[in-house]
């Protein structure tokens, strides 16, 4: 059996080098590393994806997060919604800009932000909501874009974990993650589902406007050569990380699908255990239905209920399977964002879920013998 890896990149690497080499040897051969043609390449590429009218690649996901929020044109005190389970990049530039984080708790089934939470928290000075598509499925988008026009606000997608999937309306309209809210941000950070070589993130909006203010701000806030209309940052993506994505984004599906089917072995080998609690989809597919692609699975997450999680931990580590906790700490918890408003009682989800959650490990090079394997680790501690 091959070692098990949490995201096994080296294996993915030696199935598309062959694309991917000669493509790198083609930026080093032009010397257009920064906004070469391969950049503007993906971005097209990207869009026709998505089905949005503008991505503005950045350096990284962080960036585009801050870069969103500058667009927006937030302002020192004006308070963002987000929620409380997640990584702290998240709330780390809502707080950089001297906004106001208002974190919030989060769903049992889907760890994805509460909506009623996010109603109880609004007030006067709410300008924003930042939901996260945690761990691969989409928030609650209709009933986020909802609140946000009953009150004026703007949503802003964090899309690091979910590029691909499809969020399904109501009605059964379907559109991708991150093309729904005013604007979105995502990540290519190496172990994400579209992931380059280093560092890189997007920006994605169809709004006309939005699109050419933040092309300003990426570029230190220039619209015409050494003019400086408005403070902005130095953000960019170089071109071979283009090169790469452009090469991964060919795959996106396809990679998409290894997660999904991965999730299904997970799925079937767990159903009827009553102390682990499997992922649930929104649109209650198990996100493995060919139509609609509802979940990524940037994670496999399970909740372990009855057992010690930390000691399912060790005893995976010490059969030689890597997992992770995300997140084992709240960010109202976090030294960093401590705010006296909080109320312990208002975190009920999420306080349950640190203990609770384990992500087992997930990429696109799963086989089934390391599934097996994986499984029936987890399944031997939990019977005990
Ligand atoms: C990875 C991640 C980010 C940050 O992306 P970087 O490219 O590492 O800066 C932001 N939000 C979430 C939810 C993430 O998972």
Known sequence: MRKIQMVDLQSQYQNIKHIVDPSIQEILESAAFVN???????QKNLEDYL?????????????????????LGLEQGDEVITADFTFAATVEVIALLKLTPVLVDVDEDTF???IDAIKKAITPKTKAIVPVHLFGQCANMEAIMQIAEEHNLYVIEDNAQAIGANYVYSDGRKAKAGTIGHVAATSFFPSKNLGCYGDGGAI???DDELAHTIRGIV???????????????????????????????KHLDEYSNARQKAAQKYNEAFKDNNKIITPKTVAGCDGVCDTCDCHVFHQYTLKIKGADRDALVKHLNENGIPCGVYYPIPLHRQKAYLDERYNEDDFVVTNRLVDEVISLPMHTELDDEQIDFITSKVLDFVNG
């Open 36 to 42: 070469g043609p391969k950049v503007h390449e993906f």
């Open 204 to 206: 994605f909006t169809n």
């Open 51 to 71: 089905d949005v009218k503008h991505v503005i690649p950045c350096a990284n996901g962080t960036d585009a997060l801050q870069i969103a929020m500058m667009g």
């Open 219 to 249: 570029n230190h806030g220039m619209y015409k050569r050494y003019h400086h209309d408005v403070v902005g940052v130095n953000s960019r993506l170089d071109s071979i990380q283009a090169a790469v994505l452009d090469a991964k984004l």
């Open 112 to 114: 994805n932000i509460n």
